[in-house]
């Protein structure tokens, strides 16, 4: 095998093994599923022309599996993500993938890698696993080039809204909500601020953008952040395009779950020495996120919040 073809393998294996491990490890959220959606918590939201691909399971949240209409994100308990759509299952292929690619480096063939008497077991398994992934590549390659949506308010970046399913799970959910213009307007600013008051480690002003649960887990991120020394430093953000994929009423709570692709310039800063560890502070990067929001009934657009922030599947 020449050179040059070992050092394309061994390129492949690395990012394989990187990058299905998960999502980008910065911005609000970590790039992982978490928070509230009321009676809809673990049912996924409708695919949209922003957002065509199924949401990952929300990994984390207040709302016990099971027992839905936390509503507001007080409560116990944490979601039971699908294997393949947590970063667990991810990052377990990649390895896998990983490992063939290494086995195929050092001439013991494409499986070769996994070793034992089990090799032909768990080859088995990667062929299952990369027909999986081939197929899903597909179906996100051809969906990406349906039509838009129809019914957003005109001007803005919002394309339109998705399916309106009235039950999710063989339980009542509610009442289909209707938005108006200046909603959608609220969405784009709490996307904004939410990652600027995270950028600026303020707490205080997360409170008043998000639920008690999701100011929570940001807490624990900005903690981390600080035991590690770094700051993640965020701005540009900016909407570049948006879809509702679903709205309701539930109890005395609304609900709204709109898919996002906005960009930012997201960094890593070592705090001590003002070092960028990770990250281009000149290139913005493209991320496409679920955010659901949630308000008192009747508050009006000053009263969103944000509930619960899902990745692709």
């Known amino acids: 095998m020449s050179f040059r073809s070992k050092t394309l393998i061994l390129a492949l294996a690395a990012l394989l093994s990187l990058g299905m491990a998960g999502d980008a490890f910065a911005r609000a959220g970590r ?29 984390r949240s207040t709302t016990p599996y099971g027992n839905y209409g936390q509503g507001y994100g007080y409560g116990s308990g944490f979601n039971r993500p699908s ?3 947590g970063g ?7 390895g896998f993938l990983g490992a063939s690619l290494f086995g195929l480096l050092f001439g013991h063939g494409f499986f070769g890698g996994l070793g034992g008497g089990g090799g032909s077991f768990l080859g088995l398994l990667l062929q299952l696993g990369l027909i999986y992934l081939l197929i899903r590549f597909a179906m996100n390659f051809f969906r990406g080039g349906q039509p838009a949506y129809y019914g957003a308010p005109s001007g803005s970046a919002y394309v339109g809204a998705g399916p309106q399913p009235g039950s999710y799970g063989g339980m009542a959910s509610g009442p289909p909500l ?13 996307l904004s601020d939410v990652q600027s008051a995270f950028s600026d480690e303020d707490l205080n002003r997360l409170r008043s953008l998000a639920t008690p649960e999701m100011v929570g887990y940001f807490s624990e991120e900005l903690a981390g952040n600080q035991r590690r020394g770094v700051v993640n430093r965020i701005t540009g953000t900016r909407l570049l395009k948006g879809d509702l994929a679903e709205a309701w009423r539930e109890g005395g709570a609304e609900y709204a779950t709109v898919a ?14 003002g070092r960028i ?34 990745q692709r599947g």
Not at 32 to 56: K, V
Not at 88 to 94: A, D, M, Q, S
Request: cysteine-free; aromatic content about 12%.
């Open 260 to 273: 996002l692709l906005y960009s930012l310039i997201d960094t890593m800063v070592d705090h001590a020495s």
């Open 88 to 94: 667990f299952g991810r990052g377990l292929i990649g």
């Open 83 to 85: 294997f393949f759509g």
């Open 178 to 190: 209707t938005l108006e213009p200046e909603d959608y307007t609220a969405f784009e600013r709490r």
């Open 31 to 59: 790039g992982f599923s978490m928070g509230s959606r009321g009676y809809r918590t673990y049912t996924s939201p409708p695919i949209t022309s922003t957002s065509p691909w199924n949401a990952a399971p929300i990994q």
């Open 277 to 310: 560890v990770s990250g281009n502070p000149t290139v913005p990067e493209e991320v496409t996120e679920l955010w659901t929001f949630v308000r008192a009934a009747g508050s009006g657009p000053q009263g969103w919040m944000v509930s619960a922030i899902q």
